[in-house]
């Protein structure tokens, strides 16, 4: 497929996932808005039409809580209660403009999105007051994480669910989900495997776990200082990229006249608590529950690289293109440890290399001046999203597409990445 071809079609699939406010990620698998995909398909968005993107970014924020929170489902009206599960009623949340979301989060990407977005149409984003409007947004998002989720006092925000983690069934999650007593299976009804293949999906056990962990939180009130978390950890993506973005927001202030020192103040906090976690060359997830890091690799533990002035980013650049992720010799970027015991080259994050992660990784190694690494990347995302009809994700080995096709993120950042190297972009 050629340059042009690869970007129209990267576009189709973008204006048939828009609903006219927001793009679906999948409209079989995934038929709502989701948190962290608004933000990587903004960022593509952003090539197509500047406006869209913004609108696709401040549709997101609407749905945000009265205490900061950006919640990682807002659901459509239009779509049938039972087409997701866990769908609405399940989580019984409503915001006060009226959107029924869910009561959990996903990684805060959303200021690094929200300051791409602008600098795409600088004039047409001052114009509509986008940076205005979305800033104290944002800063009332961080300020959330940083203080609600702080939950080890040791400034790094925790997760309360695997699902807030983006990276839902990693291996990283293994021992804290097996001490969760998961919902009877006839207490719930799946609908992902409806769409998508069982080998390719958690499993049952591991979904009954999920289930049990967000009824709890939901039956507190989504109260993070009453409720009783079985699952509680530190998950080094999420802190790097709340890291990255309290940079984007020091940007973001500047352009606005007000001033970006706390930005930069909390992001340098940030990653000087972020270097508690790392050992054995990678940044590792800590479980409160005992305060132990846990020892699967994942790719969550590379996406620090894109952290800037990051004090560990040589040994961890020999980590992501040594035998445990061989990136440059694999597709895209494993998932999971590629000798880890727990490795499976099919099932969902626990070793099929993603989009989203490689486009992270790849920005990563741009920033440290790995040209010749990036590029071989930045060539593996278009060719597989070319070859696979912009899957949801990939055998690290084959390539074999896997998950859902015409998949929004995909081929938001393979248009992103076709970008960077020519600018010219077809207008929606």
């Known amino acids: 497929m050629s340059t042009p071809e690869l970007r129209r ?17 999948s409209h079989s698998l995934y038929p709502h808005q989701w948190s962290w995909d608004s933000a990587f398909i903004a960022i593509g968005l952003r090539h197509l039409s500047p406006r869209r993107a913004q609108v696709e970014l401040e549709s997101l924020l609407g749905a945000q809580w009265l205490d900061g929170r950006i919640p990682h489902i807002s659901f459509s009206s239009s779509v049938p209660r039972d087409a997701y599960f866990p769908g609405p009623d399940f989580w019984r949340a409503i915001t006060r403009g009226g959107v029924e979301t869910s009561g959990i989060v996903q990684p805060p990407v959303h200021a690094l999105a929200v300051w791409l977005t602008h600098r795409a149409d ?23 994480l940083r ?9 790094l925000v925790a997760i309360v669910h695997p699902w807030e983690s983006g990276m839902d069934n990693s291996p990283a999650w293994d021992d804290a989900l097996a001490r969760v007593e998961p919902a009877p299976l006839d207490s719930f009804t799946r609908r992902d495997t409806d769409h998508a293949s069982d080998d390719d999906r958690p499993t049952d056990l591991d979904y009954g776990r999920y289930v049990r962990l967000a009824a709890t939180y939901r039956d507190h009130a989504y109260d993070d200082s009453r409720t009783p978390f079985e699952f509680a950890l530190e998950d080094p993506c999420f802190n790097a990229l709340l890291i990255v973005s309290e940079h984007a927001l020091a940007d973001i202030a500047e352009v606005l006249s007000l001033d970006p020192a706390p930005h930069l103040r909390a992001a340098a906090e940030l990653t ?7 050992a054995d060359g990678n940044f590792h997830a800590r479980d409160l529950h005992d305060d132990r890091l846990v020892a699967a690799d994942t790719v969550s533990g590379l996406v620090p690289l894109l952290v800037p002035d990051l004090p560990q980013a040589d040994e961890l ?23 880890g015991p727990a490795f499976d080259r099919s099932r969902y994050w626990r070793g099929p290399s ?3 992660t490689a486009w992270l990784i790849h920005r990563g190694l741009s920033q440290l001046g790995q040209d010749g690494a990036a590029g071989l990347l930045r060539g593996d995302v278009l060719a597989l999203a070319a070859d696979t009809a912009f899957a949801e994700y990939v055998d690290p080995f084959s390539g074999e597409a896997r998950g859902a096709r015409d ?17 010219q972009a077809v207008q929606l």
Do not use: C, I, M
Request: glycine content about 10%; aromatic content about 12%.
């Open 407 to 423: 998949f929004s993120w995909t081929a938001a950042l393979a248009l992103d990445l076709l970008s960077t190297a020519d600018p």
């Open 272 to 278: 000087a608590a972020l270097g508690q976690l790392f």
């Open 9 to 25: 079609a990267a576009g189709r699939v973008l204006l048939t996932n828009w609903t006219g406010h927001s793009t679906v990620p």
């Open 354 to 356: 993603w989009f989203n």
């Open 147 to 155: 203080e609600r989720r702080d939950l080890g006092g040791r400034g």
């Open 122 to 144: 600088e004039k047409e984003s001052s114009r509509r007051g986008f940076l205005t409007r979305l800033y104290p947004k944002l800063v009332a998002w961080h300020t959330y």
């Open 317 to 339: 650049l020999a980590t992501a293109q040594g035998p445990r992720f061989h990136v440059g010799k694999v597709k895209l970027v494993p998932s999971y440890d590629l000798t």
